[in-house]
């Protein structure tokens, strides 16, 4: 068996085909698989927009503090989660809002950092495949700096075939390898769900890492036990 591409590159870019499709959880999940292989494991949220207080009235990102949770290298949530926002919104816009525009080399630098500290890092986008952040630099750019394999999140629901099979075209049009993807249940009354997961595995040119069934409590060690992030080449 040759060693997979998330193997040799340290980590994998996790991206969806929309927003609110589950790719945190899914993002967790793999951190947690990995740690299961015995890998120094943590999960990178590099931009995130939508905070709010908990009881001590500390400022936080449901997102960042569920990552935050999947690892176990002593990280803190600003390590985790390095560049944030109040505003619930696209990121670029929550920067303008605030006045704290993103600084494309200061997320390449605070990913490379968390980076030397793992033996794999999930870097969660934003969105979809293809969000704008500052003119002329997006996620899809993102990605391609790093250099990482992706990992496509596939919210299942009517129309996700057409947006999945689009998202993987972006994806090899930038010239990167899409490693696997993961379908993660929506609706677990979605009709005609097995004929949707077959027209993915058929359509998609990546192996499936595994389909993800509605959790009542999605934790990484719940998503983890649906996943196979290393299958065999």
């Given at each position: 068996?040759?060693?997979?591409?998330?193997?040799?590159?340290?980590?994998?870019?996790?991206?969806?085909?929309?927003?609110?499709?589950?790719?945190?959880?899914?993002?967790?999940?793999?951190?947690?698989?990995?740690?299961?292989?015995?890998?120094?494991?943590?999960?990178?949220?590099?931009?995130?927009?939508?905070?709010q207080?908990?009881?001590e009235?500390?400022?936080?990102?449901?997102?960042?503090?569920?990552?935050?949770?999947?690892?176990d290298?002593?990280?803190?949530?600003d390590?985790?989660?390095?560049?944030?926002?109040?505003?619930?919104?696209?990121p670029?816009?929550?920067?303008?809002?605030?006045?704290?525009?993103?600084?494309?080399?200061?997320?390449?630098?605070?990913?490379?950092?968390?980076a030397?500290?793992?033996?794999?890092?999930?870097?969660?986008?934003?969105?979809?495949?293809r969000?704008?952040l500052?003119?002329?630099?997006?996620?899809?750019?993102l990605?391609?700096?790093?250099?990482?394999?992706v990992?496509?999140?596939?919210?299942?629901?009517?129309?996700c075939?057409?947006?999945?099979?689009?998202?993987?075209d972006?994806?090899?049009a930038?010239?990167?390898?899409?490693?696997?993807?993961?379908g993660?249940?929506?609706?677990?009354?979605?009709?005609?769900?097995?004929?949707?997961?077959?027209?993915?595995r058929?359509?998609l040119?990546?192996?499936?890492?595994?389909?993800?069934?509605?959790?009542?409590?999605?934790?990484?060690?719940?998503?983890?036990?649906?996943?196979?992030?290393?299958?065999?080449?």
């Amino acid at each position: 068996m040759s060693p997979s591409p998330i193997a040799l590159l340290r980590g994998c870019f996790v991206t969806g085909t929309d927003t609110e499709i589950g790719k945190t959880c899914v993002s967790g999940g793999l951190v947690h698989a990995f740690r299961q292989r015995g890998l120094r494991a943590a999960a990178i949220k590099p931009l995130a927009a939508g905070q709010q207080q908990d009881a001590e009235g500390r400022w936080f990102n449901d997102d960042v503090r569920h990552l935050h949770g999947a690892q176990d290298l002593g990280l803190s949530e600003d390590e985790v989660g390095p560049f944030q926002w109040r505003t619930a919104c696209a990121p670029h816009i929550a920067a303008a809002i605030e006045g704290r525009p993103i600084d494309p080399a200061a997320v390449r630098s605070a990913i490379h950092r968390l980076a030397a500290r793992t033996e794999a890092l999930v870097v969660e986008g934003v969105g979809g495949f293809r969000v704008p952040l500052v003119p002329g630099w997006d996620t899809a750019d993102l990605a391609v700096d790093l250099a990482l394999p992706v990992v496509l999140v596939v919210g299942l629901r009517l129309g996700c075939i057409n947006h999945a099979l689009l998202t993987a075209d972006a994806v090899r049009a930038r010239g990167l390898h899409l490693a696997g993807w993961v379908g993660n249940t929506l609706d677990p009354a979605m009709p005609h769900r097995d004929d949707n997961l077959h027209a993915l595995r058929q359509g998609l040119p990546a192996p499936c890492w595994g389909v993800v069934p509605r959790l009542a409590d999605p934790t990484p060690a719940a998503v983890a036990a649906h996943l196979n992030p290393l299958p065999e080449t």
